[in-house]
């Protein structure tokens, strides 16, 4: 097996920069628009803002509120405006490192809040819509519960009468998503809340991803689904700063509709010779920046700024999605709620397209069940819209004469992936993937 060790002598300042931007170069710029996932930009201003105020804290660990009381301060205070976001009077929260641990830390808290209230379930089961994120499998697997994943309808949402009929006396949780990932819509949160709250069951609105996007396009008159704390029976709502709160990777919100709730979250040890030990979240150490850039930039932009830029990435993901449908062979799936969107073809492979989009510089996510290309929107892509579908229309062309022969090992690992009948045959050749992918090559 191949190795590097750390190198006897260290390297020039100068050198050890240079070699950073030329790796840096070579990847994906997302800057001028033609990325659609990972990265939500709302342009340089604000990038700005972020990046002075991360540095600021670079450094500093926010695991003690006592050394940094300015972290503390701060991260009250942006939780509070979430709150406030969300209709949550007495609603709280907890700042964590990311979507998946804001949902692993809603999750773990519904766990030992139905262990309090509803005594004598031994196996705990969480029952999600199939389109729900795969952070809640990955909790329900951390944490020894049974997630049951339930078709979605027609439309790409939760299935109400599927989801409860899915129910059964070890259900402890159900989930919603406000947007999903994969198609972009606000599932049934109304009606599955209603049922959760009638029959004792923790309900959590994931809204990681439209936490920051479907308020403003409320306030802009958009209509929008109800997700948030105005709906009686949700407990819950994840939302991550880092997607559409345009700052920095590392920031995300788990709120509980009060205190009481919030209290089966924490951790405390206090026989640790270290000293009392306690966290709110999965995190020891935590990064003073992750608190600072969301902080200012929830300031920076205020209600009128993110009403601003909520309003420019919806008015590009509706010409977005117009074009998309004037393409013949091409149709958006379902009808979104807001910014994200997946769109299929009827005649062409969707993982050549996305290929010869790659060829043009475009970079939008393969999804499948159905196989389909996904598509974030973000305020800077209002300016390259024309050019998108200009280019992905040549880029239809161009799918539709690749031949079995010609498809690259993408395409092919892709479409493959989808149609394997064993799907732990498919698990097993993404953990095989993962494993390989992760180590240092020849
Ligand atoms: C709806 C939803 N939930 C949860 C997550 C997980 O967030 P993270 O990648 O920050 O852990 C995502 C990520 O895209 C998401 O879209």
């Known amino acids: 097996m191949i190795q590097i060790a750390l190198p006897n002598k260290g390297a020039s300042r100068d050198g050890v920069m240079r070699e950073l931007k030329a790796l840096h170069s070579a ?5 001028t628009g033609r990325m659609f996932s990972l990265i939500y930009n709302a342009g340089a ?10 540095a600021e804290y670079m450094v500093e660990n926010a695991l003690s509120p006592f050394s940094f009381p300015s972290l503390l301060k701060m991260e009250t205070e942006l939780l509070s405006m979430i709150a406030t976001l969300f209709h949550g009077e007495t609603a709280v929260g907890s700042m964590t490192s990311g979507g998946s641990e804001s949902i692993l830390m809603a999750v773990k808290t519904a766990r030992e809040w139905a262990r309090a209230k509803r005594p004598g379930i031994s196996s705990p089961e969480l029952v999600m819509p199939v389109t729900a994120h795969p952070a809640f499998n990955k909790a329900a697997h951390f944490l020894g519960i049974r997630a049951v994943a339930v078709r979605v309808d027609g439309g790409f949402r939760a299935s109400v009468p599927d989801m409860i009929g899915a129910v059964t006396e070890n259900t402890i949780m159900m989930v919603g998503s406000a947007f999903t990932y994969p198609h972009g819509m606000i599932d049934p949160i109304g009606e599955l809340s209603g049922f959760a709250l009638e029959n004792n069951i923790w309900f959590h609105t994931d809204a990681c991803l439209g936490g920051f996007m479907i308020p403003f396009l409320e306030m802009e008159g958009y209509p929008v689904r109800p997700f948030d704390f105005r709906l009686p029976g949700v407990k819950s709502i994840s939302a991550d700063i880092h ?5 920095p990777k590392g920031a995300s919100t788990v709120t509980y509709r009060d205190m009481d709730l919030r209290e089966f979250q924490f951790f405390a040890y206090a026989d640790w010779p270290g000293g009392v030990y306690g966290t709110a979240c999965v995190s ?4 003073g920046g992750a608190i600072s850039s969301a902080w200012a930039v929830m300031r920076y932009l205020g209600q009128e700024g993110f009403r601003g830029l909520a309003s420019k990435a919806m008015r590009a993901a509706k010409r977005l999605r117009a074009g998309i449908e004037a393409i013949p062979g091409l149709h958006v799936l379902g009808n979104p709620d807001g910014t994200v969107f997946a769109f299929g073809s009827d005649g062409l492979n969707v993982y050549d397209l996305r290929d010869a989009l790659k060829r043009r510089n475009w970079h939008v996510e393969s999804q499948h069940l159905p196989p389909c290309l996904h598509l974030t929107v973000c305020p800077v892509h209002e300016e390259v819209v024309d050019a998108f579908l200009e280019d992905l229309a040549e880029a239809c062309g161009e799918a539709a004469s ?9 395409a092919v690992l ?12 498919a698990l097993d050749l993404a953990v095989k993937y993962l494993n390989d992918l992760y180590r240092i090559k020849p």
């Open 414 to 425: 892709y479409g493959v992936m989808g149609t394997i009948p064993d799907r732990s045959q």
């Open 45 to 54: 201003d604000v990038e700005s803002v972020a990046r002075e105020a991360y």
């Open 402 to 410: 690749v031949s079995e022969n010609d498809r690259t090992e993408d």
């Open 27 to 31: 990847d994906n710029d997302w800057r």
């Open 284 to 287: 020891g150490a935590r990064p």
């Open 243 to 247: 997607k559409y709160g345009y700052t």
